[in-house]
């Protein structure tokens, strides 16, 4: 086996492995770890350009870590999921039913959302889940099979280390009148009543939000960014 085949069956296994950590600090830590080896060893690649990821998010569900916010999937490690608010690279699913609801004591499921890129040219950003999503799938063959070289995927790229990522607070926009609702629907898919508005809370105040501290985007980039509903990181905003 080669060294890049090596280090891409490495981080398959680092998404396979449960992530059953009660507390909240050590969840935190955990997620760092996680999230900053895929920052920081890893590249996305697609028509023959590479990006770095320098903005991303962590998301995960299970027993122990009953984040409600979390989009539900059921898929192997390492996949590209697509949901209504962007794209994740998936932690491996565990997802139990009873009567057609997730089962909320026997199910996990996760992955990383990606907020942002940088192409390795170090002057196109690409700021924004949406727009990250927009720019990888933009452009395939719709007569016949594409190639490759059309689909974006992971390649090993050291670019730094975990000094090298600051942690935040996630972005999650919603007004407190229409928390209640959103708690509804959220615990809607599951067996039995997994969060209330102060679990929700609770949970937006994690810092699960990951960010290069050692680039920052140009001012056009990130005042585009900073508009509603994606702002940019405090990280990139700071004097």
């Given at each position: 086996?080669?060294?890049?085949?090596?280090?891409?069956?490495?981080?398959?296994?680092?998404l396979?492995?449960p992530?059953?950590?009660?507390?909240?600090?050590?969840?935190?830590?955990k997620?760092?770890?996680?999230v900053?080896?895929?920052?920081l060893?890893?590249?996305?690649?697609k028509?023959?350009?590479?990006?770095e990821i320098i903005?991303?998010?962590?998301?995960?569900?299970?027993?122990s870590?009953?984040d409600?916010?979390?989009?539900d999937?059921d898929?192997?490690?390492?996949?590209?999921f697509?949901?209504q608010?962007?794209?994740?690279?998936?932690?491996?699913?565990?997802?139990?039913?009873?009567?057609?609801k997730i089962?909320?004591?026997?199910?996990?499921?996760?992955?990383?959302?990606?907020?942002?890129l940088?192409q390795?040219?170090?002057?196109?950003?690409i700021l924004?889940?949406?727009?990250?999503?927009?720019?990888l799938?933009?452009?395939?063959?719709?007569?016949?099979?594409?190639?490759v070289?059309?689909?974006?995927?992971?390649?090993p790229?050291?670019?730094?280390?975990?000094?090298?990522?600051?942690?935040e607070?996630?972005?999650?926009p919603?007004?407190?009148?229409?928390?209640?609702?959103?708690?509804?629907?959220?615990?809607?898919?599951?067996?039995?009543e997994?969060?209330?508005?102060?679990?929700?809370?609770?949970?937006l105040?994690?810092?699960y939000?990951?960010?290069?501290?050692?680039?920052?985007?140009?001012?056009?980039?990130?005042?585009k960014?900073?508009?509603?509903?994606?702002?940019?990181p405090k990280?990139?905003?700071k004097?």
């Amino acid at each position: 086996m080669n060294e890049e085949l090596k280090k891409l069956k490495e981080l398959k296994e680092r998404l396979e492995s449960p992530l059953n950590e009660a507390s909240k600090e050590k969840m935190e830590d955990k997620a760092k770890e996680i999230v900053s080896n895929l920052m920081l060893n890893y590249v996305i690649t697609k028509g023959g350009k590479e990006y770095e990821i320098i903005e991303t998010e962590f998301y995960y569900y299970s027993p122990s870590h009953q984040d409600i916010t979390v989009y539900d999937r059921d898929m192997d490690s390492g996949r590209f999921f697509f949901h209504q608010s962007g794209l994740d690279i998936t932690f491996k699913s565990q997802i139990e039913r009873i009567n057609e609801k997730i089962d909320s004591q026997k199910s996990a499921f996760g992955g990383i959302l990606i907020r942002a890129l940088r192409q390795m040219d170090g002057k196109t950003f690409i700021l924004g889940p949406i727009n990250c999503v927009n720019h990888l799938w933009d452009n395939f063959n719709a007569l016949e099979e594409p190639s490759v070289s059309e689909y974006p995927y992971l390649r090993p790229n050291s670019i730094g280390n975990i000094e090298c990522i600051t942690a935040e607070k996630r972005h999650y926009p919603i007004d407190d009148a229409k928390k209640a609702d959103k708690v509804k629907s959220l615990n809607a898919k599951f067996d039995k009543e997994v969060g209330k508005i102060e679990d929700l809370n609770k949970w937006l105040e994690c810092k699960y939000r990951f960010v290069r501290n050692d680039i920052k985007p140009d001012e056009k980039s990130l005042k585009k960014y900073n508009r509603k509903p994606y702002p940019c990181p405090k990280t990139w905003i700071k004097s």
